[in-house]
């Protein structure tokens, strides 16, 4: 990352942050060569990262009016969620106050009254439930060795389920690996009725969980993702090429 100016330097409890930039992109980094978030500064909307880009393929499905995401990081998915749609209720919970504050300083959050910024620990705001349902939970809890576990747990999964409405979505993003993991599958065969799965080409197991089955074709998927690569001004034909019903 030598090609990158370093805007900012901090650490808390959880380790090291720094903002770094070149002339079109800004880094959230949570150690040496690790991209927690990636923003275009000239299209701050238009992810960055393959896994991003596969995590929105969830709007094929349902058009949420409520989402919550777990783990803000440089706030990437909430600049694509505002951009396409901008009356979505979003709840974004952190665990580390250093990232809230990191992304209102450097990373242009669209801060406002359908923006609910929470900091606390996502298993303890899921168990907590005393929250309105959600049409989608996206998931994306990284640290700077890799996927949070306890993302993966039984725990998690059940409480998310909870709170997500009748026609909901729970969004994990995982590594590659999880794909094989047949006790994860079967953790969510137990409180979903639809759950597909895409491979990004970095590596990713982006897992989308419907709580409702449904019916639709190939063509009808490719006829309705280059409506929305429009909506969101990315092209979504890559991620789509390798989504799939997770069995």
């Known amino acids: 990352m030598s090609d990158y ?15 770094m930039e070149d002339k079109e992109v800004r880094l959230l980094s949570f150690g040496d060569n690790d991209e927690q978030s990636k923003l275009l500064k000239t299209a701050q909307h238009i992810p960055m990262h393959t896994y991003l880009q596969a995590m929105l393929l969830v709007l094929l ?6 989402v919550i995401v777990l783990g803000l ?3 990437g998915l909430i600049h694509a969620l505002r951009n396409f749609d901008r009356g979505i209720n979003i ?3 952190e665990l580390r106050e250093a990232v809230i504050e990191v992304a209102k300083r450097y ?6 009254k359908k923006l609910n910024l929470v900091h606390q620990d996502a298993n303890a705001f899921l168990a907590d439930a005393d929250h309105k349902k959600a049409d989608v939970i996206f998931a994306d809890i990284y640290h700077g060795n890799g996927v949070d576990e306890q993302q993966l747990s039984e725990a998690f999964i059940a409480n998310a389920a909870a709170l997500l409405k009748s026609e ?3 969004v994990l993003n ?4 999880h794909s094989r993991d047949s006790a994860l599958l079967a953790l969510l065969q137990k409180h979903f009725c639809d ?14 969980a419907g709580k409702q089955a449904r019916q639709i074709s190939a063509s009808g998927l490719k006829a309705e993702a280059q409506q929305l690569s429009q909506q969101l001004d990315f092209p979504l034909g890559r991620s789509l090429t390798r989504f799939e019903t997770w069995e």
């Open 5 to 19: 100016t370093t805007l900012y330097t901090g650490e808390d409890d959880h380790g090291p942050l720094l903002v």
């Open 61 to 66: 499905f349902i058009k949420p009016k409520r």
């Open 73 to 75: 990081g440089g706030g």
């Open 91 to 93: 709840t974004a919970v």
């Open 107 to 112: 990373f242009w959050l669209p801060i406002g």
């Open 168 to 170: 909901g979505y729970l």
């Open 174 to 177: 995982c590594w590659k690996e």
């Open 195 to 208: 759950v597909r799965a895409c491979l990004t080409g970095g590596g990713n197991w982006v897992v989308f």
